[in-house]
């Protein structure tokens, strides 16, 4: 067994879970990145360099969770944090009139029950470490714009799925949940091509919109000792939109 902790990200190929692993490197975790992405995932793994390993996986097959964390077993002999970021990112998902049974499951499925089903098979090995779990949720879970029920009817039931499991596991395992805002998850060359507007960023209390690196820095902090009397909550990491009082003039 490795003497370096191990976590595992889903949807680590790019975007927000990409930054959670890169932090985590930083801070000397051994990482697995999964994702259904498999070129993706190669690339970004590359990118990390040899304290990363690639997983495919796509989170709503439970066999495929299974294999993996056996093999984690098996290689690393041990898993001390899980994060949940794997997920359909687009919430617009038309007008629920005409939204699909299918369409509604899709988003259920990734977001929600992927996190369970992830959160199931890997606690037999988190619980052998006393480790540390964290859901990235949305802040959709708390407020909405028109037609995006599904994905946040996915993102509050993690939410719930949060509490209800940090007193289930508790107190082997922690489970937080981390609430993102606006995340501009864009390559750094779009970035440059397409800046956002002054305004896109000057209507947070924060004065920015936010970077994958936000949310990495709050994970990175919850799977820490530092947070050992911390499981359960949710937190929001928006620069402050969900405080501002907006009412059209
Ligand atoms: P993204 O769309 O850039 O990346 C998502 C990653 O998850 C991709 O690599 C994709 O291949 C992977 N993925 C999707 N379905 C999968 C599956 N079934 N199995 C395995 N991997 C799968 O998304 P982004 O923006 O980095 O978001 C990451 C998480 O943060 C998502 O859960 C999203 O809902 C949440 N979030 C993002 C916000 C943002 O502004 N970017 C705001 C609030 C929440």
């Not at 680590?12 to 999964?34: E, K, M, P, S, T």
């Not at 990734?110 to 540390?132: D, E, I, V, W, Y």
Request: hydrophobic residues 45%; glycine residues 10%.
């Amino acid at each position: 067994m490795t003497d370096t902790p191990v976590a595992l990200v889903t949807g680590a190929a790019r975007g927000i879970g990409f930054g959670i692993a890169q932090r985590l490197i930083l801070d000397g975790w051994r990482v697995i990145l999964a994702d259904r992405d498999a070129a993706g995932v190669r690339s970004a793994t590359d990118h990390l360099g040899p304290a990363a390993d690639a997983a495919i996986l796509d989170v709503r097959d439970e066999s495929g969770i299974r294999a993996l964390l056996a093999q984690v077993r098996q290689h690393q002999g041990r898993l001390d944090a899980l994060i949940n970021n794997a997920g359909i990112s687009d919430p617009h998902c038309g007008p629920v009139e005409s939204l699909g049974l299918e369409d509604w499951n899709r988003w259920l499925a990734t977001n929600l029950t992927g996190a369970f089903l992830m959160c199931k098979h890997a606690l037999p090995l988190l619980r052998k470490q006393r480790g540390a779990i964290v859901n990235i949720g949305s802040t959709r879970a708390l407020q909405s714009e028109p037609d995006t029920e599904a994905y946040a009817a996915s993102k509050g039931g993690l939410v719930a799925f949060t509490h209800a499991l940090s007193v289930s596991v508790g107190p082997e395992v922690r489970v937080n949940c981390i609430n993102p805002g606006w995340i501009d998850t864009r390559p750094a060359s779009t970035k440059k091509a397409e800046p956002l507007r002054e305004l896109d960023h000057q209507q947070h209390p924060a004065g920015r919109v936010g970077e994958p690196a936000d949310i990495a820095a709050l994970a990175a902090f919850l799977l820490g000792p530092q947070a050992g009397f911390i499981t359960g909550q949710a937190w929001t990491v928006d620069g402050g939109m969900t405080k501002r009082m907006i009412y059209a003039d």
